[in-house]
C-alpha cells in the first residue's frame, strides 16, 4: 500500500493534512532549535524524518501480535 498507494491515492505531499502536519513539527523543531535543546540540524528535512518514524511506528503497532506492548516499545 505504502508504495502503490500514490498512484491511488495520490501523492502524499499534496494532502492539506500532510502538509499540516509536517509545517507543525517543523516549527516544533525550529522551537527546540531556538531554545538549544537540539543540534543543528535542518528543521524541514528533520520534520520529514520525524513524520516517517512516527507513520512507520504506527504501522509497527497495527500489525502487532500485541499492540499495547508495541505501543510502549514505539
Do not use: I
Not at 523543531?29 to 520529514?48: H, I, S, Y
Amino acid at each position: 500500500m505504502l508504495r502503490d498507494g500514490p498512484a491511488v491515492l495520490g501523492d502524499p505531499a499534496y494532502w492539506p493534512s500532510q502538509n499540516r502536519c509536517l509545517q507543525s513539527t517543523r516549527e516544533c523543531v525550529e522551537q527546540l532549535l531556538a531554545a538549544g535543546r537540539l543540534k543543528a540540524v535542518d528543521p524541514e528535512a528533520a520534520a520529514v524524518f520525524l513524520n516517517g518514524a512516527a507513520m512507520n511506528a504506527a504501522l509497527w503497532v497495527a500489525s502487532s501480535q500485541h499492540p499495547k506492548k508495541v505501543l510502549q516499545q514505539a
